[in-house]
């Protein structure tokens, strides 16, 4: 039998909560896992209305775009709810915005009711609820860039309820510490615990899975080893993670473009991981320094990234996962000072798969990505 998986570690909600590291306790090595990754529903992205909007500044620019392209992307938009008073009350945010296009606003003719297209922020509640009298919603960019106002936002469509799974088993494991103490013990309640995925050399990857350890049995895999299961209560990893970690079990890659074997979701995820992973103690190389990025492997959005990230970090790196984040990293603290050169190899190869899948959301473009890296100061060299 090969180097466990997989470790398991004790949990405890209030370290957690308190971002306190090192607490944990070893409480198995498992060779392997059932039924760990699933493919979570599609993330909340849906199409909204701003009712009643006045658009200014890039709200504006993206709604004029969309009116003679079909679409427009916006990024990140943050809706102000506002009090009777037309104070700040709170806020409610859309991620990766679309503009799709606009249409007269019934009430008032001089605004339009504006449709988009987007993923409804994770710390953001199901819907934003407007106090009474209040006048609406405040539109703000990313860095706080006023868009505009709107007067109510209305979703299209309901959105569907997850699938019920079953629990994850853990195989072949080596019970230690308080679980082995407690499995001596007759006792029944096991405790909450937080699965992790190890390399060979049982460096932690990332982590998998959190939940309540519910019930065991003796394994088949060996002898003094048991079968765990745990039924999680966090989002399980999904089936592309299953491809990255194995490329990544030995460690950190030391081979570019591992990436370019996976795939869409396999490349979505390697980019996560490769920022997990970081080396987050590397000082950034000093200004003008020029990077090469090889482009014969990008055939769509999350290639380009992964590509980005090891032309400025070497194999595995990361250096953003969509152009929001990848405006931070141009900030500092992530491998690159500004300004410096980016000489894009087989650009035309990229030029003929980005922004042209024939999907509901557009990916940003090849073009789009140029005129980014412009507007960031980056100097651009195709070769």
């Not at 859309?94 to 009430?107: I, S």
């Not at 709107?150 to 853990?170: F, H, K, S, T, W």
């Not at 999680?232 to 990544?248: D, G, Y």
Request: with cysteine.
């Amino acid at each position: 039998m090969g180097p466990p998986k997989y470790v398991l570690l004790s949990y405890d909600a209030g370290y957690e909560s308190d971002g306190e590291d090192g607490y944990e306790e070893t409480w198995a090595l498992c060779a392997d896992a059932e039924d760990l990754f699933g493919d979570p529903p599609p993330p909340s992205r849906g199409m909204y209305e701003l009712l009643g909007c006045a658009p200014v500044g890039q709200l504006d620019a993206a709604l004029t775009r969309a009116r003679t392209e079909g679409s427009a992307p916006l990024g990140l938009l943050v809706l102000e709810i506002l009090d009777k008073n037309g104070e700040r009350a709170g806020e409610w945010c859309l991620e990766d915005v679309r503009v799709l296009g606009d249409r007269p606003c019934a009430r008032d003719l001089s605004r339009c009711d504006v449709t988009i297209e987007a993923h409804r922020s994770a710390e953001s509640s199901d819907h934003p609820h407007r106090p009474p009298l209040s006048p609406g919603y405040r539109l703000r960019g990313a860095k706080g860039e006023p868009w505009g106002m709107c007067r109510d936002l209305a979703q299209i469509g309901e959105e569907q309820l997850d699938p019920l799974e079953p629990p994850l088993r853990l195989l072949g494991c080596a019970p230690q510490g308080a679980l082995r103490a407690a499995l001596d013990a007759g006792v029944e309640d096991l405790g909450h615990a937080k699965v992790v995925r190890i390399d060979t050399s049982g460096r932690a990857v990332e982590m998998a899975v959190e939940g309540e350890l519910t019930a065991w049995i003796p394994s088949a895999r060996g002898r003094g080893l048991i079968d765990l299961t745990l039924e999680p209560w966090s989002e399980r990893p999904p089936r592309a993670a299953a491809e990255v970690w194995e490329l990544w079990s030995h460690g950190r890659p030391a081979e570019p473009n591992l990436w370019s074997r996976c795939g869409f979701e396999g490349r979505e995820f390697w980019l996560g991981t490769a920022h997990h992973l970081r080396d987050r103690g590397r000082d950034d190389a000093p200004p003008g320094a020029t990077y090469h990025l090889e482009g014969r492997h990008i055939i769509d959005l999350p290639g380009f990234f992964c590509a980005l990230g090891e032309a400025v970090n070497g194999p595995g790196g990361y250096f953003g996962r969509g152009l929001a984040s990848l405006n931070d990293c141009l900030r500092g603290g992530w491998g690159a000072t500004r300004p410096f050169t980016l000489v894009w190899h087989d650009a035309p190869h990229a030029r003929r798969c980005l922004g042209v899948a024939p999907t509901v959301v557009r990916p940003w473009t090849y073009e789009e990505i140029l005129e980014f890296l412009d507007e960031e100061g980056i100097e651009v060299r195709l070769a």
